[in-house]
Every structure is written in structure tokens, then in C-alpha cells.
């Protein structure tokens, strides 16, 4: 059965303290690993798509990296503004496209 | 900017009633998807439609119907709705490469739904 495995479930941190995110997955021929991150009351906001083994993406303090297993959302100096719940879901090649959800990290950044 | 609109925001039942909620998306999108969403759940597909004219259950559909109106809009009916309903009801889009590799789904905000 394909799983997809977020931890730790909360995280929270200083303002300026680094850290990672790790979403682990059990799935049948990926296709594609997608983060999103979720504000309260909002719907999940996309951040980036891994496709492949040893890829990585950034976006401002955010850097997403995947391996075979696993992927890591990896925060560099987080401020208040990066408080909110990120969510990793994977597109595996017998879903037609479909998505399975993890339950998410909700993160909070502290000043 | 739309993106994907969702009506209505916040919506309360009693046991039995029915419902539909709305969906639109303005990106020219070929795929849509119900989701609910339940505190310590993640999000769970209830029906999707690969393409207008077509839909197809997901992993929770009981309960449920769907309507692919047109290319823009995908609706979700509840019959007669249970307590076990409430929830938070996230309608997305997508657009698909070939070979079956979707591009990202872009998410509404979602129908706060209670039901007494």
C-alpha cells in the first residue's frame, strides 16, 4: 500500500533557527513528490515538484531536496512569516495523476 | 487572479439534508478533484475528473456525487448528509504532461462544512 510519512507533526523554532522537514514515502513507481504549504483557514499553496532522485529546488529560506525514500523541506533562518503547516504529497505512476497526502508538519516560528 | 473559487465559505446541515457545493477554475485546466480534509487526516480524494466529461471515485466517494458541468466548473453533491460529513472540502485543478505526469494541483480555499 502506498504511505507518505511527515514528521515531526509540530515543530517549533526560534526565529532564525534552521531546520528540516522530512517527509518519507512507500509508493509503487513515483512519478512526481510535491510540497505545499497550508494556511490556517486557506487551501494548501504550492512550493515545489521533485521528479527524480538527487533533485533539488529553493525558494527563499525554503530548499527542497528528494532521494529514494525520502524528502527533506529544509528551512534556513525562518522567520514568523513561515509559520504554517506544510504538507508533502506524492503522484505515483498507478494513480492516474492523483495525489496521496501526508498529514503534514505544522510549523511555528517564534520572534 | 481567481485561480480555483469555491462556494459557499461556511455552510451548516442538519442530518439528511442535501447540498452542493461549487467549484470554478479559471486556468484552462483539464483536471479537477474533490478533497476533504479532517483534523489528523491528510487530505483524501473523494472523486477527481481527468477531463470534462469524465470522473471517477476516489478513495473515500461514499456519500458523494459529482457533476463535471463544463471545463471550468466541478461540483460535489451530498444526497442526505451524516455527522460523519463535516469537514473541510477542498476543490483543485491540474493540468497533465504526457505519459501521465501531472503538473502541480492549484487548491480553492476550501467549504467549511458542519452537519448536526
Known amino acids: 500500500e502506498d504511505q507518505v510519512t511527515q514528521s515531526p507533526e509540530a515543530l517549533r523554532l526560534q526565529e532564525g533557527e534552521s531546520s528540516s522537514l522530512n517527509c518519507s514515502y512507500t509508493v509503487s513507481g513515483l512519478r512526481g513528490l510535491f510540497w505545499y504549504r497550508q494556511d490556517p483557514g486557506k487551501g494548501p499553496e504550492f512550493l515545489f515538484t521533485?521528479?527524480?532522485a538527487g533533485e533539488e529546488k529553493e525558494k527563499e529560506r525554503l530548499k527542497a531536496t528528494l532521494t529514494k525514500k525520502e524528502s527533506f523541506l529544509h528551512i534556513t533562518a525562518p522567520k514568523p512569516e513561515d509559520s504554517a503547516t506544510y504538507l508533502c504529497?506524492?503522484?505515483?505512476?498507478?494513480?492516474?495523476?492523483?495525489?496521496?497526502f501526508g498529514k503534514g508538519t505544522k510549523l511555528s516560528v517564534k520572534p | 487572479n481567481a485561480g480555483v473559487t469555491q462556494t459557499p465559505k461556511f455552510q451548516v446541515l442538519k442530518t439528511g439534508q442535501s447540498m452542493t457545493l461549487q467549484c470554478a477554475q479559471d486556468?484552462?485546466?483539464?483536471?479537477m478533484y474533490w478533497y476533504r480534509q479532517d483534523p489528523g487526516m491528510g487530505l483524501r480524494l473523494i472523486y477527481y475528473s481527468a477531463s470534462e466529461g469524465t470522473t471517477d471515485k476516489g478513495e473515500v466517494p461514499n456519500g458523494y456525487n459529482v457533476s463535471r458541468l463544463n471545463k471550468r466548473e466541478f461540483s460535489l453533491r451530498l444526497e442526505s448528509a451524516a455527522p460523519s460529513q463535516t469537514s473541510v472540502y477542498f476543490c483543485?485543478?491540474?493540468?497533465?504532461w504526457g505519459g501521465g505526469f501531472n503538473q502541480p494541483q492549484h487548491f480553492g480555499d476550501g467549504t467549511r462544512l458542519s452537519i448536526l
Open positions: 521533485l521528479y527524480s
Open positions: 483543485a485543478s491540474s493540468e497533465v
Open positions: 486556468m484552462n485546466h483539464n483536471s
Open positions: 504529497a506524492v503522484q505515483t505512476g498507478g494513480s492516474q495523476g492523483n495525489l496521496i
